[in-house]
């Protein structure tokens, strides 16, 4: 039984700032994927197990960070600097290996609920 948690998803000006948080136990390379309404679901950030890879999406690059601290369980997703795009639900997702970032959907084995960003103008 794999069970994704995800919490953190909220409304924030733009500008602002959100913490997502994912916890997800087991020895898995993690990433955060949003999909916005009437778009396809796109990459936003990665890491590997050991949190010693990470890759991001160039449209988040510079502001998003992704950390994760497995004592806890808990992957992270601070997103600073938000822009009304960026609204989006996100998905947190557990990869069935743990030696790199991946950055493709079907590289996933686990997905979580879904949480809700919103950024207003």
């Known amino acids: 039984q794999v069970q994704l948690v995800e919490s953190g998803g909220g409304l924030v000006q733009a500008g602002g700032s959100l913490r997502l948080s994912c916890a997800a136990s087991?020895?898995?390379?993690m990433g955060w994927f949003r999909q916005a309404p009437g778009k396809e679901r796109e990459f936003v950030a990665a890491?590997?197990?050991?949190?010693?890879?990470?890759t991001y999406a160039d449209s988040v690059k510079g502001r998003f960070t992704i950390s994760r601290n497995n004592a806890k369980n808990t992957v992270y997703l601070q997103m600073n600097s938000l822009k009304p795009e960026d609204t989006a639900v996100y998905y947190c997702?557990?990869?069935?290996?743990?030696?790199?970032?991946?950055?493709?959907?079907?590289?996933?084995?686990?997905w979580g609920q879904g949480t809700q960003v919103t950024v207003s103008s």
């Open positions: 087991g020895r898995y390379a």
């Open positions: 890491i590997s197990w050991s949190g010693g890879t990470t």
């Open positions: 997702a557990a990869s069935s290996r743990t030696g790199r970032a991946f950055i493709l959907v079907q590289e996933y084995a686990y």
